[in-house]
């Protein structure tokens, strides 16, 4: 199956240091990547959707201006925290639409944050 | 009202059991719906789409029922690396979003 890589799986920074969250897309091209948080015991929810090439559609609720995120390529979607508070540490996921879209999402092995 | 509903569980239950999970969703408009199997501090796999006439996979059997808004996921002859939470989802086809529930435990004893 389609195989997406999330980088780093962990991460510890200070409050007030922003952090970046890389997707990828190894061996297929994706116009559309999906980021979620999930908390401890809760579901995963949608922050935001990146589509290559133009503004990512947030949800309600998710700051656009805290949660960065760039696609700048159908490989690749950046999402940056900046600005980290405690309340910002959580499990941080992506995943991709493959070619053919199915309703199938590839997710990628997800980014532990703690903002200490 | 959450968009879809899942019993948190834990559901616990011996190798060998049959264990039935139930998810709900209120959007009627939905379009699509699946079953995802996360393991702890894990992604989410794809353990298997859900047909309007119902299907099965080895040990996994999926059924939905539109009328009443519910989805189910039966696991016959469970083993203990069916421990995991079990995820419902709904494609709502007006947005293209896949909504997660909260997703249902099971542990699975020797």
Redesign the interface.
Known sequence: GAVVSQHPSWVICKSGTSVKIECRSLDFQATTM?W?RQFP??????MA?SNEGSKATYEQGVEKDKFLINHASLTLSTLTVTSAHPEDSS?Y?CSAEGVGY????F????S?LTVL | RKE?EQD?GPFNVPEGATVAFNCTYSNSAS??F?WYRQDC??????LM?VYSSGNEDGRFTAQLNRASQYISLLIRDSKLSDSATY?CVV?MWNTG???????TTLQVKP
């Open positions: 999906f979620y015991k809760q579901s995963l929810m949608l959707t499990f996921i199915t309703g199938e999402l997710f990628g092995e997800g532990r | 879809v948190p379009q699509s699946f501090r894990k992604e989410p796999k794809l789409s995820l494609n979003k896949l909504i997660f529930g909260q997703g």
